[in-house]
């Protein structure tokens, strides 16, 4: 979203120019709307940064406007502007609604910049928020390949939450893990391998499976997928990444695409985890899994 983009909204067609002159003044990229409906045609083009409005009776159609932006855009500041008293309820129930920020006209230019300005802040602030927690569950790179690959603590996470939820439904489901060689073996050529082969098992993986870094491997969690399950998408993985072009034209990542390791378990069958894996799945929130 832009930073400078501001949606102003009143049924008074000299205050929205007046409005819209101070704020172009500072930079701002401003659209003007009279009623609820233009107003509407503007939102479903785009997002903005800053909304302000008047609060445009019938006033349950204002509240619903608000509600209707944070749902679809929850970081865009709302300022809502009126000449009108507002009862308590009222003004509780707008904040409820997702309201930001309220001014009593008339006021001055230097009043609505300052609010515009703090609605900036605020608007950056939560988008930070949004990345960090976005980025605290997906691998760095994620954003790069775009694709869903969960870091390994949040990967660990998923997979005790899928064992859980298959000993509590009776459910099969499996695990693979694919050995990664040596960062000694290919040099500086080993993020572009290790990247390669994660776009792979993504996009040749189920939407529901959960990929993932675990420790010095990749982990691909298949829920609901008993033994022959597992081995089928073991042998189709392991001919894709045979046959991957970048791959098989170069014989340092030939050799290491032909020597990887896949290993395979199935639960309720075969669920011996590695050591690693266990220590991660056991005793967490003071429950004790006793993995065979």
Known sequence: MPDNRILLIDPFKNLLNAYRIILEEEKYVVETALNLRDAYEFLNKGQYSVIITE???????????????????????II?????????????????????DFILKPYSPDKI???????????????????????SFLEPFAQEIQEIIFSSIFFKK????????????????????????????????????YLQLVKIVRRYTREEDMVGK???????ILPETDQIGSKVLVQRLLNLIKDYPSFKSDNTLKQCAQNLFFQSFTYPNEFALPESLKAVLEGIDGESLHLS
Request: proline share 5%.
């Open 55 to 77: 609060y445009i009776p019938p006033f349950e159609t204002t509240e619903y406007m608000v509600q209707w932006v944070k749902r679809n855009s929850p970081e865009t500041y």
């Open 80 to 100: 809502m502007v009126s000449n009108a008293l507002i009862d308590g309820k009222t003004y509780e129930r707008l904040f409820a609604n997702g309201l930001d």
């Open 113 to 135: 910049l300052v609010h515009v300005k703090k609605g900036l802040r605020q608007r950056d602030l939560i988008q930070k928020v949004q990345k960090l927690e976005k980025l």
């Open 158 to 193: 998923c997979l005790r939450q899928e064992l859980k939820r298959a000993k509590r439904h009776n459910h099969p489901f499996s695990l693979l893990l694919i050995q990664l060689p040596a960062k000694e073996e290919i040099g500086d050529r080993f993020d572009s391998f």
């Open 214 to 220: 675990s420790n010095g491997e990749i982990g691909i």
